[in-house]
């Protein structure tokens, strides 16, 4: 799942590795426009889930809990 966050792009999309979902975000600084974002923290695994849903839902509030934290 893509979305923005503040002045962040976040993917919170998880990896799909044999029935299990492992959550993971990248996050990444909105630039101006017509310029490529900046990745600045990528989460690494975050735990693995039975559900995609899940998994999603863990690298949402992680990457959320981080943007909060570096906002400017």
Do not use: N
Not at 11 to 21: I, K, Q, R, V, W
Not at 43 to 64: C, N, P, R
């Amino acid at each position: 799942m893509k979305f923005d966050y503040k002045q962040f792009h976040i993917d919170a999309s998880p990896l799909d590795e044999g029935g299990h979902f492992y959550a993971r975000a990248k996050i990444f600084r909105r630039t101006g426009q017509g310029s490529a974002p900046v990745e600045v923290k990528y989460s690494g695994d975050l735990g693995d889930y039975h559900f995609d849903t899940d998994a999603v839902a863990a690298a949402q509030k992680w990457a959320i809990q981080w943007c909060d934290e570096h906002a400017e």
